[in-house]
């Protein structure tokens, strides 16, 4: 009976912090994305290009990616909760300030708030990943990761479809300070979680690990580093990371863009149309977990295998369709292949390294991840303004899925 109970308890908080994680990271994806909503409505408030006023969403990646490994460290050493907590109130601040430079039209200020909030946006992404990954057993990781996972589709979905209708309602400078507004909220559910359900359980589990740390003959961090990376499934997960991250956040970047300029859509049926390709994360980031746990029997390359074949046509199906009804099934198709992969690797990449080593593993993974992220929408920005046309700039995205696709099959170990 005493097993039972604590195999009870051990599920309940696993579901609490799980809860907790998902709804704080699904906010701070709204604050992320939310720019490139109404981005030339931006461009003309700060009186900058749309080139240029794409770094609202690419400096919130750059920060994130430079400052990763450091995360992963301090991660390994203060604890997981601590780190969330802290990443979700500084991203709240950071809106705030944010906001007030952007209703005055101050833009290099305005970037500076958004450098902040993407480190600890990336804390809050990688201490939960590191969290949900713990407290689950094998047989649930790769499924609970997925669902974990499904937090940035919908933020961004949520911030793709109320972008607009907050500008049009609140003006153009609102839409920055929405994500700070719903990760306050979030702030307070995660502690509910922890100091309710999670709490002492959590806390004594990672003092138990960090007394073993200490205890052992823990490397220090540039031995850890150097034994992570000379893992081979955490060098090719880092590369398909770069690849998948790159068309996701190349397509969530420009989209609307491109439907206001390509198809004559009004900036409300763009936001709509775009948030779509997001909004699929939802199902199949949980669903790559599922299919690997019980489909496959926790293994996770399949699923990346899977992902990149069906993506690379599906990029080129996107950047020649002209009628809005083909594109609409495609950003559908294209949503769900393509954030197939996001949670499987995580666990591809957590599964290949010791508990000591885990942090740091998983973020040189997010890093690189969001080394795509942020720059595939500059890429690609350049490549517009060069040619004057979108076609360079999808064919960028495509190379780069081909390139994850030839690694998950000649190269990759499962």
């Known amino acids: 009976m005493e097993r039972v109970t604590d195999s009870t308890s051990r599920a309940r908080t696993a579901g609490a912090y799980l809860l907790g994680t998902w709804v704080l990271s699904a906010a701070v994806h709204?604050?992320?994305?939310?720019?490139?909503?109404v981005l030339p409505r931006i461009a003309d408030g700060l009186g900058v290009p749309e080139t240029t006023a794409i770094w609202l969403v690419s400096a919130v990646l750059v920060a994130w990616a430079a400052t990763?490994?450091?995360?992963?460290?301090?991660?390994?050493?203060?604890?997981?909760?601590?780190?969330?907590?802290?990443?979700?109130?500084?991203?709240?601040?950071?809106?705030?300030?944010?906001?007030?430079?952007?209703?005055?039209?101050?833009?290099w200020p305005l970037i500076g708030t958004r450098v902040f909030a993407g480190i600890a946006i990336g804390a809050v992404w990688i201490a939960s990943t590191t969290l949900v990954g713990r407290l689950f057993p094998i047989e649930r990781r790769g499924t609970a990761l997925g669902v974990f996972t499904t937090s940035a589709p919908a933020g961004f979905a949520v911030g793709q479809v109320t972008g607009p209708w907050i500008a049009a309602t609140a003006g153009w400078s609102a839409v920055l300070?929405?994500?700070g507004v719903l990760?306050?909220?979030?702030?307070?559910?995660?502690?509910?979680?922890?100091?309710?359900?999670?709490?002492?359980?959590?806390?004594s589990e990672e003092a138990t690990t960090d007394s073993e740390s200490a205890n052992s003959t823990s490397p220090s961090v540039r031995q850890g580093f150097s034994t992570v990376l000379r893992n081979r499934t955490v060098v090719v997960g880092a590369v398909v990371a770069f690849a998948a991250y790159s068309l996701y956040l190349f397509l969530n970047s420009w989209l609307p863009t491109y439907l206001l300029e390509e198809f004559a859509l009004s900036p409300g049926t763009s936001g709509l149309l775009a948030a779509v390709f997001p909004a699929m994360g939802v199902v199949s980031r949980a669903g790559g977990g599922i299919i690997s746990d019980r489909l496959f029997d926790h293994r996770?390359?399949?699923?990346?295998?899977?992902?990149?074949?069906?993506?690379?046509?599906?990029?080129?199906?996107?950047?020649?369709?002209r009628s809005v009804p083909v594109l609409l099934g495609l950003l559908i198709l294209g949503g769900l292949v393509i954030q197939l992969t996001f949670g499987v690797v995580y666990s591809y990449v957590q599964e290949a390294v010791e508990l000591t080593n885990?942090?740091?593993?998983?973020?040189?993974?997010?890093?690189?991840?969001?080394?795509?992220?942020?720059?595939?929408?500059?890429?690609?920005?350049?490549?517009?303004?060069?040619?004057?046309?979108?076609?360079?700039?999808?064919?960028?995205?495509?190379?780069?899925?081909?390139?994850?696709?030839?690694?998950?099959?000649?190269?990759?170990?499962?």
């Open 30 to 37: 709204v604050y992320l994305i939310s720019p490139a909503s």
């Open 68 to 107: 990763n490994f450091g995360v992963g460290v301090i991660i390994d050493r203060v604890g997981d909760v601590a780190t969330i907590s802290a990443g979700g109130v500084a991203v709240v601040g950071a809106a705030g300030v944010g906001w007030a430079f952007a209703a005055r039209g101050l833009f």
């Open 177 to 179: 300070a929405v994500g």
């Open 183 to 203: 990760s306050a909220v979030a702030v307070v559910i995660f502690a509910i979680a922890h100091f309710v359900v999670g709490g002492s359980a959590v806390n």
């Open 300 to 321: 996770r390359l399949p699923v990346l295998k899977w992902s990149f074949v069906i993506a690379t046509p599906v990029m080129v199906l996107i950047m020649v369709s």
């Open 358 to 414: 885990e942090g740091t593993a998983l973020s040189i993974l997010g890093s690189t991840g969001i080394a795509g992220a942020f720059s595939a929408p500059v890429i690609a920005g350049t490549l517009i303004d060069l040619t004057g046309a979108y076609t360079a700039a999808f064919l960028y995205a495509i190379a780069v899925a081909i390139v994850g696709g030839v690694l998950v099959f000649f190269v990759a170990d499962e």
